[in-house]
């Protein structure tokens, strides 16, 4: 078996089907503001939960193939989020009046109030907020000290502060499944993750657990050419994450088990799927889907506003809001990903290579 890959060992289909998932959620959130209630699109979380997979996969390669020290290693997940994620949230902190007013102004659903609601406790309480919002710990402070934390100010951040949990104990899982005599270390870790899952929501990565536990094993089984123990690793954490998320977890493990299959093939009918998800146009849209799901928000609200100044509604109004979400969209993603996300990765990635450097040198 050949898997397509770019430059690092990415596979790009699933580049491709990373670029995809973005659009996903902006069409998602799109339909949820103008009160469209399009099937499957409306449950825009669920390419969330692709992307947590992927992650999974991702990670667990990484640290597989670079063994480097946790110091190097964070260095660059720290890069890879930070910078970025950093001027989003404050754009989105100085905008939080215009959030207000457009959320008013759009039709009222109940997710648009739930929106408005979190803006309001955003606002009543801004410091607290930016105190949990800044180190991405808002997945880790529980409903009951600060409501809602991890959906103000920047709600699709929450799966942000997500990954960087994952991020600091993805080391310690693929150093405990090295070895047999290290795994009950491991259950018993993720035993008290899934115990406290109900006091936090679903950014705390005791309550997307097992969606992560899958992407590493088919990672493992990936890397061991299809080891059945990998395999069916990676089918019962599938499973325990439909019982921990429900039925409709289903289609995005379904869609990443497809898509890898389609990319580990040289042939069959698959094939044409990972040609078309590893395309240039694709693979692009998954370059720039960091961006693309961390900025889309501020054109659909802010288009929004825009409008009810003007007292532009009806058809004119949604063609405006989608229009300008669409393309502004991925304008401001293109920019921001040039600008500020790439270079810092470079930046991440320069200083990390630094550090193994002179780790290598103390050793």
Not at 52 to 73: C, H, K, M, Q, T
Not at 109 to 134: F, I, K, Q
Not at 289 to 308: D, Q, R
Not at 342 to 351: E, F, M, N, S, Y
Request: proline share 5%; aromatic share 10%; net charge positive.
């Amino acid at each position: 078996m050949s898997v397509a890959r770019a430059p690092h060992s990415k596979i790009l289909p699933l580049e491709g089907l990373r670029g995809v998932m973005a659009w996903w959620v902006v069409l998602g959130h799109l339909s949820l503001a103008m009160g469209w209630n399009l099937p499957v699109i409306d449950r825009n979380g669920l390419a969330v939960d692709v992307f947590i997979v992927l992650s999974g996969f991702v990670i667990a390669g990484l640290i597989d193939r670079r063994n480097e020290p946790f110091a190097p290693y964070i260095t660059r997940r720290i890069f890879r989020l930070a910078p970025l994620y950093l001027v989003v949230l404050l754009v989105s902190a100085a905008l939080l009046p215009v959030q207000l007013f457009a959320w008013e102004t759009l039709p009222d659903t109940a997710r648009n109030a739930g929106r408005v609601e979190l803006v309001r406790l955003a606002l009543d309480d801004l410091p607290a907020h930016l105190a949990v919002h800044l180190p991405l710990a808002q997945g880790v402070v529980p409903n009951h000290v600060l409501p809602q934390a991890a959906f103000t100010i920047l709600g699709q951040a929450w799966s942000i502060s997500l990954e960087m949990q994952f991020y600091l104990i993805a080391p310690l899982a693929m150093w405990a499944l090295r070895r047999w005599d290290r795994l009950a270390l491991l259950l018993t870790i993720c035993v008290v993750l899934l115990a406290l899952g109900p006091q936090f929501g679903s950014a705390f990565i005791g309550n997307k657990l097992f969606l992560f536990a899958a992407g590493i094993f088919a990672a493992k089984a990936s890397a061991q050419s299809g080891d059945l123990r990998w395999v069916a690793a990676t089918v019962l954490a599938a499973g325990c994450a439909v019982w921990q998320d429900g039925v409709w977890t289903i289609l995005p493990l379904a869609m990443i088990a497809i898509v890898l299959i389609a990319a580990l093939s040289d042939r069959g009918p698959l094939r044409p799927l990972a040609q078309l998800l590893g395309s240039r146009a694709l693979v692009h849209q998954g370059e720039i889907s960091y961006s693309t799901y961390l900025v889309h928000m501020i054109p659909l609200y802010g288009t929004a506003a825009v409008c009810a100044a003007l007292g532009i509604d009806g058809w004119g109004k949604a063609a405006a809001i989608t229009l300008a979400t669409l393309g502004g969209t991925y304008l401001i993603a293109l920019a921001t990903y040039r600008w500020i996300e790439q270079p810092a990765r470079d930046w991440g990635t320069a200083l990390a290579r630094r550090m193994q450097a002179s780790h290598s040198t103390a050793v």
